[in-house]
């Protein structure tokens, strides 16, 4: 491609409230516009990435027999109400007819699958899709890291077996790791948790990046990763268990309503305080939630309790199950009927504080198991820095932030059974599919591979997904003898089956180095003032200044073909060491 006839419009600035680095080179450097909240345009140069990643998952869904299909992105409303997802809050409707715009396909491909597959002889059997998604995201971020319209490459296994179907999830796995290294990104799998697709097994693909939404909690010692979503809580004692504990007395605390303002007002540390929090289950029922005072209680894990996602109750529905006004809610003196469960730290706590179930006032001396009804105690917090390791007792957590890039999922037969999909198996019994679903953000990797491979001046693509492999700067398209170096160059290299971009305009040669450090192809050429002075071209690698050498224009061809050569091998290499 030639930039005279090439749609890349760079921009000098990016606008103001792009704050992710991936988002702001992508627009400055003419790969996407935005279109509305969390929608965006590819440009070309965008496509063509886009188009290099789907490539590479194509690739690999291959050799593990994978089935490409093309899904709709209409669903029917009654389809979404076989499994219950009707319901699901990020769901876009398409009016005017009852459709749900495609979020994921696990009813979509469950549906094909129930009226085609009848016999164990045709499993196992692995299908995906590379395509648009919707979904109703609250707060889109960061450009193409979260949109509400956005790519994706979903798979989905079906197996006899819950062995078959784990040795499917093992595979499919592995196959999502070889994806992101050959894509040139460092990915860590982590356990994770599996949020409204449900299911027993997930693990979670982090780009590892400070600007990450996730917060990856990590073993010192093992190794081990997890979603704090899904870290378990090793339980940290509030107080010695012989501590005497006084009568519990009532204390009047007039607009003292937090954990600070109670901890500054009685004096006492914020680990010594329950904090009392009503939730409204799935099934539509109230339920407290005790947390010690200086944790946070875990959504991910109080969903897991409650088998779906619970809200926090509106200030009226707290009045009603506690008789108090948000802030003074407590475990003491609540109907039997309410159900209450606990983190398990708040079993340590012996000398408490906690709310009195009335406007003003708190009851302090409190002991769980004398002065309420022992709860249900669970993991119910987050892990932090600091806290033991769940996997081996002399590691110690520590934390790093993350772009979730995939996810996959065992699913057992959440789909199949509720949809009630079956085959025959080898004694002539009727049996539920065991499935795997697996999800990976091809527009959001676009982006994550930015946040990784980038640097002052701009994008640095590992060659695998650059949208051209070289660029040629033409610095002086007035000179015939510069011309004639940089149009052979061009037509060698694409002979030679290369991507190569021709920066032929008539622009100052400032604006085009700026340019072409600024898109990030990989492999650069600069045919200039060498030309006439020894005939040689500027040669280097956009990753490193210093790479830079003066070849000879007849061994041009071949020496950029040895860079792209070394770029490949170096990401290869990489796939062929990497255990995820
Ligand atoms: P998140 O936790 O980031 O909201 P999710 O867990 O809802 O994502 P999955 O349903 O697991 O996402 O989707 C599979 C993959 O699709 C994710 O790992 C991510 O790479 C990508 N993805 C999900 N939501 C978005 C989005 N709004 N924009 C871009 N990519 C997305
Ligand atoms: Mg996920």
Redesign the pocket.
């Known amino acids: 491609m030639r930039a005279t006839q090439a749609f890349i419009p760079t921009l000098r600035e990016a606008p103001k409230d792009a704050e992710l680095i991936s988002h702001r080179l992508l627009l400055r450097a003419g790969y996407i516009r935005p279109l509305a909240s ?1 929608v965006y345009s590819y440009l070309p140069l965008g496509l063509r990435v886009i188009n290099k990643i789907s490539n590479i998952l194509r690739e690999e869904m291959d050799r593990v027999a994978g089935n490409e299909f093309f899904f709709p992105a209409l669903i029917p409303r009654e389809l979404l109400e076989e499994s219950g997802r009707d319901k699901v809050d990020v769901l876009f409707t398409a009016k005017p007819h009852d459709y749900f715009l495609g979020f ?1 396909h696990e009813e979509v491909i469950t549906d094909v699958v129930r009226n085609t597959i009848k016999s164990y002889k045709q499993l196992p059997f692995l299908g995906y899709q590379i395509q648009t ?1 919707f ?1 109703n ?1 609250p707060r ?1 971020r960061g450009g ?5 319209e ?1 790519l ?1 490459l ?1 798979a989905y296994t079906f197996d006899r077996s819950e062995e078959d179907a784990l040795v499917a999830y093992k595979k499919v796995r592995e196959s999502f790791g070889r994806m992101f290294t050959r894509c040139g990104l460092a990915s860590i799998a982590i356990q994770a948790d599996s ?3 449900g299911g027993s097994l997930s693990e ?2 982090m780009v590892l990046s400070e600007d990450g ?2 917060t990856v909690l990590r073993c010192s010692v093992t190794g081990y990763a997890a979603n704090a979503e899904r870290c378990e809580a090793i339980p940290v004692p509030a107080e010695p268990a012989d501590t005497e504990v006084a009568a519990m007395e009532e204390v009047s605390t007039p607009g003292v309503k937090t954990i600070e303002e109670v901890s500054g007002f009685l004096k006492v540390d914020a680990t010594r305080l329950i904090k009392t929090l009503v939730f409204v289950a799935p099934d539509g029922s109230p339920v407290i939630a005790l947390v010690r005072g200086d944790r946070e209680l875990n959504e991910a894990k109080l969903g897991r309790t409650l088998g779906g996602p619970a809200r926090l109750a509106e200030p009226a529905v707290v009045e009603r199950v506690t008789g108090a006004p948000v802030g003074f809610a407590g475990p003491v003196g609540l109907p039997a009927s309410v159900r209450i469960i606990a983190d398990r730290e708040v079993a340590t706590v012996r000398d408490g504080v906690v709310g009195a179930n009335k406007a003003d006032a708190h009851f302090q001396h409190v002991l769980p198991g004398r002065d309420f009804p022992e709860p249900e105690y669970l993991d119910l917090r987050t892990a932090v820095a600091g806290d033991q390791s769940p996997i081996d007792a002399s590691g110690v957590l520590y934390t790093q932030r993350g772009i ?4 996959v999922f065992y699913l057992g037969t959440k789909y199949s059974s509720s949809m009630r999909a079956e085959y025959d198996d080898v004694d002539g019994t009727a049996k539920f599919f065991e499935m795997g679903c697996y ?3 091809v ?3 676009f982006a994550a591979a930015i946040e990784q491979h980038h640097d002052a001046d701009g994008i640095v693509w590992p060659i695998t997904i650059a949208p051209y492999a070289v660029t040629i700067i033409l610095v002086n398209p007035a000179d015939p003898a510069q011309t004639e170096a940089a149009e052979t160059l061009y037509s060698d290299l694409q002979a030679a089956g290369l991507d190569v971009l021709l920066d032929d305009r008539v622009e100052r040669p400032g604006v085009k180095f700026k340019d072409g450090d600024l898109i990030g192809v990989p492999v650069k050429v600069t045919v200039g003032k060498g030309v006439a002075d020894g005939g040689t071209l500027e040669i280097g690698l956009r990753r490193d200044r210093n790479s830079k050498q003066a070849v000879p224009i007849a061994d041009a061809s071949a020496h950029v073909l040895g860079l792209v050569k070394q770029l490949k091998d170096e990401i290869q290499a990489n796939v062929d060491t990497h255990v995820v």
């Open positions: 969390g994921t998604k979904r995201e889109p193409l890291i979260r949109g509400r956005f994706m979903d949020g409204a697709i979670e693909f939404e996730d979730e890039v995939g996810h999800g990976l953000g527009s959001r990797t």
